[in-house]
């Protein structure tokens, strides 16, 4: 059975939860939710090491949700040891990001490409010893002062933002499905600048 490595980035404590920099969690959340109410099985996370890990499947393909639990600044160490434990290639793997670089629910998917400023891709890239790994980069735009960042990414979404937010949470869902059952390429040309 193909697998795959569907990673949420975010910080596992309740004081994070709905934050912007928890948007990678939300989206696997989003995902394992409507799995379960599409299928007669029922899948749900369970802790494990370094993550928060379900064990789904998909049409015949092994589908592992990570919310890794190492916090931000070390989301590598999970996404390692998971790759390597299930034995899963890079290809098939899919990390889900908050991005400030680009406007808030934007929906982007990328091959590879820098960190971008973002703490735990920087991670990522830094224990896997590459940049080349699939992405869902989720906009959340960049509405603070100099100085504000870490305010506003730990910051909770306004009412209006949370209107512009949630139907392309609820988008990522297909997104996810569309990476497993036809690839990251077929992927990118049908959702990318949608």
């Not at 029922?42 to 090491?49: E, L």
């Not at 989301?75 to 890079?90: C, F, N, P």
């Not at 100085?147 to 209006?160: K, P, T, W």
């Not at 512009?164 to 990251?184: D, R």
Request: charged share 30%.
């Amino acid at each position: 059975m193909e697998k795959y490595l569907i990673v949420g980035l975010g910080n596992p404590d309740r004081e994070y939860e709905g934050t912007r920099h928890n948007i990678g969690y939300r989206v696997v959340d989003n995902y394992l939710k409507k799995i379960n109410e599409k299928q007669e099985e029922k899948f749900s996370f369970v802790s494990d090491r370094y993550a928060f890990v379900c064990k789904s499947r998909l049409k015949g393909r092994s589908v592992i949700l990570l919310k890794p639990t190492t916090y931000m600044n070390l989301s590598g160490k999970a996404v390692r040891y998971w790759l390597e434990k299930e034995r899963i290639s890079l290809e098939n793997m899919l990390v889900i990001v908050d991005d400030l670089a680009i406007p808030l629910g934007s929906l982007r998917l990328r091959y590879k490409g820098s960190d971008g400023g973002h703490n735990g891709l920087k991670n990522i890239i830094e224990l896997l010893g590459t940049s080349s790994f699939n992405r869902l980069r989720f906009g959340i735009g960049s509405d603070f002062h100099k100085g504000g960042q870490i305010d506003f990414v730990l910051g909770q979404l306004s009412d209006e933002e949370e209107k512009i937010v949630a139907p392309q949470v609820e988008k990522t869902f297909e997104i996810i499905k569309s990476f497993v059952l036809v690839g990251m390429e077929k992927t990118m040309s049908q959702f990318n600048g949608k």
